[in-house]
T-cell receptor
């Protein structure tokens, strides 16, 4: 089992460009999450999904959109990248929601110039 | 005030020593508590859950103090491989829902 995978691993964007980060999990988990991690701050939840076809906003959703068309995939989109979105993005999944262990992908390091 | 606070460290500890650090949470309605470990430039991984009665796993002991609203992590006989950042996570109310809220982490460096 690959667990949780993320593509790409690194990306550099110019301000105003768009991109999509892909997260895939092979554990048949219902819940999936997108976080960003910045120095000196905890992981902050961007969006999450409690099942195929459903998404919900987290703590810092502005500037991001998500889609969960298939149970195993959770996409994070940046429509018009800004330097404030420079961060490390982690995707995670869990079987039973918040109380269950979250399994993380290796992260995507995004720099917006 | 942050929802979940941790001393960022670093804690520099000699190999074999015992080290402990705390994580405080601000909302008394918080329900479940966890310690995750994150190696440099890697993803977080669950270290242990924190139960009301405490939890021990080998050299690691986690405790919950609801009255003072903090959780603790104790590492005995520390190893070089314990060097990492330790993140606490708390399920607490956020807007109209419950979510997992993360501390910024405590960095631990074990020295030979």
């Amino acid at each position: 089992n690959a667990g949780v995978t993320q593509t790409p691993k690194f990306r550099v964007l110019k301000t105003g460009q768009s991109m999509t980060l892909l997260c895939a999990q092979d554990m048949n988990h219902e819940y999936m999450y997108w976080y960003r991690q910045d120095p000196g701050m905890g992981l902050r939840l961007i969006h999450y999904s409690v099942g195929e076809g459903t998404t919900a906003k987290g703590e810092v959703p502005d500037g991001y959109n998500v889609s969960r068309l298939k149970k195993q995939n959770f996409l994070l989109g940046l429509e018009s990248a800004a330097p404030s979105q420079t961060s490390v993005y982690f995707c995670a999944s869990s079987q039973l929601g918040w109380v269950a262990e979250q399994f993380f992908g290796p992260g995507t390091r995004l720099t917006v110039l | 005030r942050k929802e979940v606070e941790q001393d960022p460290g670093p804690f520099n500890v000699p190999e074999g020593a015992t080290v402990a650090f705390n994580c405080t949470y601000s909302n008394s309605a918080s329900q479940s508590f966890f310690w995750y470990r994150q190696d440099c430039r890697k993803e977080p991984k669950l270290l242990m859950s924190v139960y009301s009665s405490g939890n021990e796993d080998g050299r690691f002991t986690a405790q919950l103090n609801r009255a003072s609203q903090y959780i603790s992590l104790l590492i005995r006989d520390s190893k070089l491989s314990d060097s990492a950042t330790y993140l606490c996570a708390v399920i607490g109310p956020m807007d109209s829902n419950y979510q997992l809220i993360w501390g910024a982490g405590t960095k631990l460096i074990i020295k030979p």
